[in-house]
Each structure stands twice: as structure tokens, then as C-alpha cells.
């Protein structure tokens, strides 16, 4: 019913008074608070239904994903301390200084010869008491495992690798060495290195360009005659005729030397210390100036120093060829 009100009097008090509008209002809030704290907690730790696993962790969208591996650093020492050389007759100096005959004081990598100013005399203090040539004149890439145990045996800082003329030149295309059996010897060569002489670096010299041996060498009557007794017959013989067949025949040898350098730069680049020319001595424009006077095949004494110039550049450079 209604309340009545009467002039002068006071207001009846109610018979059940209700709460306080004021105890009603902090409830209110104590319940907000509560459950705002509550979802806090919860997020903080993890208990929200937004991102993390059943035990409350929480997870980068990514990191599921596995972590890129770092690139492993290569290791150059510019300036060895001691020098080894194994390969072929170039770095042997044969017929560098006289007919048929090898001349290691001209070699390229370990000569000390003044006029040519080897790669040891470049690098080392002392390059007759801390360099060694285990190259061998006629070499092929299947000989480089026992010439690179025999360098190993010395520890040298340094070993340079100058060797693949030999598996591309024969007396028929057929004969050359192929490209399995020349990545197989070259992995040999360095496997045996590594477990031996496990810090040595090696320098990889490019195998070279024989085409372009028989263009300069062709254009001299006294090669031609040289060339005929029976030198680098897959690409040397014939060397005036342009006939469709040598033609071919001398392009087959030159893409196999193509093929050559591609695996030692393959094979070079899986080693941490292993540094290929890439490509500087097979790209090297030499001259007739540059070629043995006795068979027109192996360099002169001005072709080994040009070698040493081109490997001393290569191994001194803070990066290496690209």
C-alpha cells in the first residue's frame, strides 16, 4: 500500500529495511574486480584460449620452424709459413729449360730461380729449406692421393694443386679420363690430405685452356712439326685441318676440360681450407712468348713466372676469386 503523509510529522520508518545502496555497489565491484584479476592471471599464465599449449606455455607462430644452421666460416692464411706442390709436368718446369728434361729451379710453385719469382719466393722466408715439389712429370689425377700423402708427410702450411692436363690429353678422345673417375681421384687426393695433415690449406690451380694451346701453338711451323711426334694427340693432332671431325674432336676436349675445373671447384668449395683459382689460370690469354721454344706444349720460363703471378694474386687475395 501507499505511504501517507501527514503535516508535521516524520517519515514512518519501513518495516524491512533493505541493504545499503552502497554495501550493494562495492559487491558489484569486488565481483568485476575479481574476475578481471582472474583473467589476467590467467593470460599471464598462459590460460587463455589464444595461443598456449596444455601445460600454459606460450609459442612463437614460428617456432615450430627449425632454425637455419650457420654457414660454416672458411679458414685462409695468406701467408704460409712452408709450401707444398704436387701435379704434373707444368709444375715440374719440363722443358722449361731444355729438351725433355724437368727444371724445378723455374717451377711456378716451388722454382728459385731468380727471373721467375716462384710462389715460394713470394711467400716464404726461406723457400729452399721450407718448400717441396712432389709433382710428377706425366701425371693424371689418379696419382694425386700418394703425391698428397707424400706432401703431408712434411706438414706443410700449404699445399698447391696444379693437375687434370694430363687426363684430357691422350692419343684419342676415348682415352681421356672421365668425369666420375676424375671427381673420384680429386675427393681421393683431399681425403688423404685431411687425414694426415688435417690444417694444411690447398690451393687448387684451374686445369688449362688446351684450345686455346692449340690456337697459339698451330700458328709456329716449328710446334706443328713438335705436336706430330705425338703431343696431346686428342686435341694437337691435325692441327692445320678445320675439317667438321677435328673440330668436333677438339671441342670434345675442350668441354672436358670445362668439365674438369667445374669438379675441383665442387669438390674445393666442401673444404673449409681449400681455395680454387676459379677459373684464372684456364682463363688466362697466353702467348706463343709463354710456350717452351722446344715443344710448344709446356710453359717457358716467362710462362711459369705468369703462373706464380696468377696463384701468388689468388692466395693473397682477402676473398677468394668469383
Known amino acids: 500500500m501507499t505511504e501517507s503523509h501527514q503535516p508535521g510529522n516524520a517519515r514512518p520508518a519501513r518495516s524491512h529495511p533493505g541493504p545499503p545502496k552502497r554495501s550493494r555497489t562495492v559487491a558489484i565491484c569486488a565481483v568485476v574486480l575479481m574476475t578481471v584479476a582472474g583473467l589476467a592471471l590467467a ?7 589464444g595461443g598456449g599449449d ?12 627449425p632454425h637455419p644452421r650457420p654457414t660454416p666460416r672458411r679458414i685462409w692464411d695468406r701467408s ?3 709450401l707444398a706442390a704436387v701435379g704434373d709436368s707444368i709444375t715440374r718446369g719440363f722443358d722449361a729449360c731444355s729438351l725433355l728434361a ?3 729451379k723455374v717451377s711456378w710453385a716451388t722454382g728459385t730461380a731468380d727471373g721467375v ?3 715460394a719466393r713470394r711467400l716464404l722466408s726461406d723457400p729452399k729449406a721450407e718448400s717441396w715439389n712432389y709433382a710428377a712429370s706425366g701425371a693424371v689425377m689418379a696419382d694425386l692421393p700418394a703425391q698428397m700423402r707424400r706432401a703431408a708427410a712434411r706438414k706443410p702450411d700449404m699445399v698447391t694443386v696444379m693437375s687434370g692436363a694430363n687426363d684430357a690429353c691422350r692419343s684419342t678422345v676415348g682415352q681421356m679420363t672421365s668425369v666420375e673417375e676424375f671427381r673420384t681421384d680429386f675427393r681421393e687426393g683431399l681425403r688423404t690430405l685431411r687425414t694426415e ?3 694444411t690449406q690447398v690451393y687448387v690451380s684451374s686445369v688449362p685452356n688446351l684450345k686455346r694451346l692449340w690456337q697459339e701453338g698451330r700458328k709456329n711451323p716449328i710446334g706443328q712439326r713438335v705436336w706430330g711426334l705425338g703431343i696431346c694427340q686428342s686435341m694437337l693432332k691435325d692441327p692445320q685441318s678445320m675439317s ?3 673440330q668436333d674432336r677438339r671441342q670434345q676436349v675442350h668441354d672436358r676440360v670445362v668439365a674438369y675445373n667445374a669438379v675441383l671447384k665442387q669438390e674445393c668449395a666442401k673444404d673449409l681450407r681449400c681455395r680454387y683459382d676459379n677459373g684464372t689460370v684456364f682463363n688466362y690469354r697466353f702467348t706463343g712468348a709463354e710456350l717452351s721454344n722446344w ?10 713466372r705468369r703462373l706464380a703471378e696468377l696463384a701468388y694474386g689468388q692466395i693473397t687475395a682477402r676473398r677468394p676469386a668469383r
Open 43 to 49: 593470460v599471464a599464465c598462459g590460460g587463455s584460449s
Open 54 to 65: 596444455k601445460h600454459g606455455a606460450q609459442r612463437a607462430e614460428d617456432s615450430s620452424r
Open 80 to 82: 704460409p709459413d712452408s
Open 102 to 104: 724437368d727444371c724445378t
Open 117 to 119: 719469382d716462384s710462389l
Open 197 to 199: 695433415a688435417p690444417k
Open 244 to 246: 667438321a671431325a677435328d
Open 295 to 304: 715443344d710448344w706444349f709446356h710453359p717457358s720460363k716467362e710462362g711459369q
